[in-house]
């Protein structure tokens, strides 16, 4: 077992729930989906009974944040600048300076995009106490289209020194990333998917920054992917493990600081490695990935992303197209090690 | 030119007198400002760079707050009830430097690394490096939405204290001085304070011949803040509409301080030249002549 968690930090080795059955029987793809929003919105709201420094602020983004219940439980503890990210994040810097932590919570796109330097100078130079909730990123907006997709996200904030950048797989990552933001003292970006996808995490999983999970071990190849594509890797495996390749799955959900130690190993032990993740690819988790290996144990690698200004398309759709069906991850890792 | 040395920054040490009669207070405001002055005019000039026009035309604005309007000290910098100054023109951080050294929070002699490499006094202020530095500002427009997220946290706190930033007149063409503006009003933040460094001149010309920010005080009030205009280097006059918190219950107050850039040099004052031009060492003698002869420097402009 290579999991990079239980060699660094002797925490309790991970048993995913795909292992615990026979994955061909009720493969991965089968199980319930999930809106992160709801594990999200409820984490929220625990933590703000827990802790009275916790503060909401949005641009307006109340509804497309599913954050009306915590309005009415905390109205003052909701700030809704209106439609002004700049201000949204100046606000939640000026906020953290008073002592508060500030969830901000808006659209992935809108966010980054609008409010960059603020996210630079106000939270990562300024070293805030901030947590930038980027929420329906990557292509969640499906046909509202590029304007409102966020693929960029990742790269961009990956080049600003001091931010953690986590993206969470499943409900389950998605409340322990949270709970580990609001006790971490600094800025931190999480994404918050609204597309459906299953559970694949055990219910007690508890977060740790800048660590690699292996859900499953393999020798052949490698697929590091983390978001709402870990899924889909996942289901690549089973497809390969059926053609007699044994794919190692890590879950890469901190983009940065990225785990090194897992990507080296998986450099070492297997025979090549596939990324794919919901954002460009390049300068986010597979440029990460890349910049990694080829500093210091050159194997081959493909990356999977989105490399251009999607078309017309659902979320799921776009994922397929740039190949990033179960099929396609397969097929990619396939390509990889003949 | 001199390299920036220990001798350059021979400056006194005040200290605030928040109980001292008024007319103490701005006496000693105007001996700080004077002081501030006569310093940062040698650092820009050994330093051989700073924004010294800007400066010149904030200093009695930073010395009135620091001597008798902020509720801060070097013993409670870190006090959470400390009332905030945001600097948002954040390129004027060698006046924002010299006035806390001036104040006791940073060391008069760490003045001397003022821009050198590896100093924590960078072209623009760093809270992580510098004590009583509240937010890195820099990029313009900044400042005023930290500063009513602040206002806010402490309205939640339902505490007293207060939020003051500081923002100049060109950076009011930056849009998110407005949404903060905005929110500031809907929030009803009585305890922040906007002041405008209002020298109407910004890196190379008017700010009208620019972008005109007229009427500002109409723009203002129709954003719902109540507005004030002062003489930006009377002491007395600033000294009273900062301490007067809340200025209109329910409204944030928009302090217009009428300045001029290069305040009180002759050669300098109102001349977009000196934005950031260094002043050469008989440039330098002149202006320090004349804020020795000056009596008192930090009077009417």
Known sequence: MTDTRVLQGGTTPLEPTATSRDPRQHSIAERPRHDCRNAYVETLAELAHENH??????????????????????????????????????????????????????ASCFLTARALEQIKADVAYSNRNVKLCGMSPGMAYGELGPTHHSIEDIAWLRAIDNMTIVVPADPIETAAAMRWAAEVEGPVFIRVSRMSVPELYPKDYTFAPGKAVTLRDGEDVTLISNGTVLWRALVAAEQLEDAGISARVISMPTVKPLDTEAVLLAARETRGIVTAEEATGAGALGGAVAETVAQNHPIKIKILGVPEFAPTGSAGFLLDRYGMSPEGIAEAARALII | ??????????????????????????????????????????????????????????????????????NIAPETVDDPERDRFILSKGHIAGALY????????????????????????????????????????????????????????????????????????????????????MAASHYELDRLTVIVDRNRLQQGATVRETNDLEPLDHKATAFGLAVVEVNGHDHRELLDVLSAVPFRPGKPTFVIAHTHKGHPISFMSNNTAWHHKVPSAEQLELALDELTAADPPGGAA
């Open chain 1, 53 to 106: 420094r916790i503060v909401g602020v949005v641009n307006d983004s109340v509804g497309s944040s599913k954050l009306d219940a915590f309005k009415r439980a905390f109205p003052d503890r909701l700030i809704n600048v209106g439609i002004a990210e700049q201000d949204m994040v100046g606000v939640a810097a000026g906020l953290a300076n008073g002592g508060r932590i500030a969830f901000v919570s808006a």
């Open chain 2, 98 to 181: 010299v006035t806390l050294a001036a104040f006791g929070f940073l060391p008069v002699e760490d003045l001397a690394t003022f821009l050198k490499p590896l100093s924590k006094l960078n072209g623009h202020p760093n809270r992580n490096y510098v004590r009583g530095v509240e937010a890195n500002t820099g990029p313009l427009g900044h400042g005023l939405p930290i500063a009513v997220g602040h206002a806010i946290s402490a309205k939640l706190d339902v505490s007293r204290r207060r939020t003051y930033v500081l923002v100049g007149d060109g950076e009011l063409q930056e849009g998110s001085n407005w949404e903060a503006m």
């Open chain 2, 1 to 70: 030119m001199t390299a920036l040395a220990s001798e350059h920054v021979t400056m006194p040490v005040f200290h605030r007198l928040p109980d001292a009669h008024r007319d103490e207070q701005i006496a000693r405001i105007a001996e700080a400002a004077r002081q501030i002055r006569i310093q940062d005019l040698k650092l820009v000039h050994y330093a051989g760079a700073g924004h010294i026009g800007g400066d010149l035309s904030a200093i009695d604005i930073l010395a009135t707050l620091y001597g008798a309007v902020l």
